[in-house]
C-alpha cells in the first residue's frame, strides 16, 4: 500500500528551518577559524584553540608580528588542518601559538 506523505505542520517546519540555520552558522564559524567540519572529532582542545587564535591573529594583526612569529603561526596552521598531523602536535607546541597570539593582541592594543 501507498501511503500518503504527511506535511510538516508550521511548528515542524519551523523545527527543521531553525535546525538548519544553526547547522549553517556553525559551518560558518568553523570555516572562519580554519576547523575543517568532518575532522572536528579528532584533537584535543588546545590544538582546536591554538588554531583559532593563529588564524585571527594572522587576519587581523599579522602586520605587528616578526617574520619569525608569522612563519611559526603558517606552519602550525598548515599541521593542524591537516588530520594525521594534528594528532602529532604536542602540547607546547599549542601553548607557544597562543602565546604569540596573545603577544599580538597586546601590541594592537598599545597601538589604538
Not at 10 to 37: F, V
Not at 58 to 80: C, M, N, P, R, W
Request: proline share 4%; glycine share 4%; net charge positive.
Amino acid at each position: 500500500m501507498k501511503y500518503k506523505k504527511k506535511k510538516p505542520t508550521p511548528k515542524q517546519h519551523a523545527i527543521a528551518r531553525k535546525i538548519h540555520i544553526d547547522t549553517q552558522t556553525a559551518n560558518q564559524w568553523l570555516r572562519e577559524n580554519g576547523i575543517g567540519r568532518r575532522n572536528i572529532h579528532v584533537g584535543t582542545p588546545e590544538v582546536f584553540q591554538a588554531l583559532k587564535l593563529a588564524n585571527k591573529a594572522i587576519k587581523q594583526h599579522g602586520y605587528l608580528l616578526s617574520d619569525e612569529q608569522l612563519q611559526t603561526l603558517y606552519q602550525f596552521i598548515v599541521d593542524a588542518r591537516r588530520v594525521d598531523r594534528r594528532l602529532k602536535i604536542p602540547q607546547g607546541r599549542c601553548y607557544k601559538v597562543m602565546n604569540i597570539t596573545k603577544q599580538a593582541i597586546r601590541k594592537a592594543a598599545q597601538y589604538r
